[in-house]
């Protein structure tokens, strides 16, 4: 069965509605749903499709079958102290994977992203990915005072 190909959706699916779709990668009845991070839609996915993509996410970064972690976000100025759980380098972003929040640098957020936007089957992914890139390289020395005031103290 091909994936329909979803229209771009900016509000999140109802938990009604949500059951009412197809996934949008087996064509499986949906009951998650996920948010592309480059272009904010969000698509139905069947709760196996979405657990092993988490699966995949947490094997991408290293970590074992969702680790304990954070359940609260980061602060601004808390994900720059937190090294990316991949390679340790400084963060600047964090994810929701699980039930954990986990930090990422630039670089291991973009792999991330052309991770998401491939898994999701993105008809515009290149595209998106690119503009993001310069997006991140423009971003990238960019460090918010309030992560140096807490960071210096």
């Known amino acids: 069965m091909q994936p329909y190909h979803w229209p771009t959706r900016t509000q999140p699916y109802t938990a009604l509605g949500i059951t ?3 996934c949008c990668h087996c064509g499986a009845r ?20 979405h657990n ?3 699966d ?5 970064l290293g970590l074992p079958d969702d680790p304990p972690g954070r359940v609260k ?7 720059y102290r937190a090294p990316c759980v991949r390679c340790g380098a400084r ?13 990422v640098c630039p670089d291991c957020d973009l792999a991330l992203n052309d991770l998401t936007l491939h898994h999701l ?19 990238r020395h960019d460090v918010p005072a309030a992560a140096l005031r807490r960071t210096a103290a």
């Open 20 to 22: 009412r779709l197809p």
């Open 121 to 139: 089957r993105h008809p515009h992914a290149a595209g998106l990915l690119a503009a993001y890139r310069e997006r991140i390289e423009d971003e």
């Open 52 to 54: 092993r993509f988490v």
């Open 91 to 103: 963060s600047r972003y964090q994810w929701r994977l699980g039930q954990a929040y986990r930090t």
């Open 56 to 60: 995949e996410l947490l094997a991408f």
């Open 73 to 79: 976000p980061y602060a601004d100025y808390g994900v």
């Open 30 to 49: 949906a009951g998650a749903q996920a948010r592309c991070c480059a272009d904010g839609s969000y698509r139905p996915y069947c709760l196996e499709c």
